[in-house]
């Protein structure tokens, strides 16, 4: 099996674009994410009503189920959240590290 080949491209992102694009992509999953639960809050006030009478007259088992599936998107999201952290934090990594070596070639550039 032979090892995979990068294509050749006419435009290669510096760092710094790179960087840029990850923090929009951050940006719009975070969007995605405001949506989605503010989906799920209009969710949860139908099912509870505006007076918190439950106008559906659920039973006990479809309170359970409703909370469960509340439950599970919360989580979901959560661990979303955690993810885009981490990648905000690596794409910051990136970005100090770039500006580090930056300013160290400047560095020997004035030497000499």
């Not at 790179?18 to 994410?33: C, G, P, R, Y």
């Not at 639960?37 to 309170?63: C, R, S, W, Y």
């Not at 509340?70 to 500006?99: C, G, P, Q």
């Amino acid at each position: 099996m032979s090892m995979p080949t990068i294509p050749e491209e006419l435009f290669r992102p510096t760092i710094r674009e790179a960087v840029i694009d990850l923090f929009k992509s951050i940006a719009m999953e975070e969007t995605a994410i405001s949506h989605l639960l503010n989906a799920e809050a209009e969710k949860i006030q139908a099912f509870v009503g505006h007076q918190m009478d439950f106008p559906t007259n659920p039973t006990n088992l479809d309170i359970l189920r409703f909370n469960q599936s509340v439950t599970k998107l919360v989580d979901i999201i959560v661990m979303k959240e955690w993810l885009l952290f981490r990648k905000l934090e690596t794409s910051l990594e990136i970005l100090a590290y770039d500006n580090s070596n930056e300013n160290h070639y400047e560095d020997e550039y004035e030497e000499e």
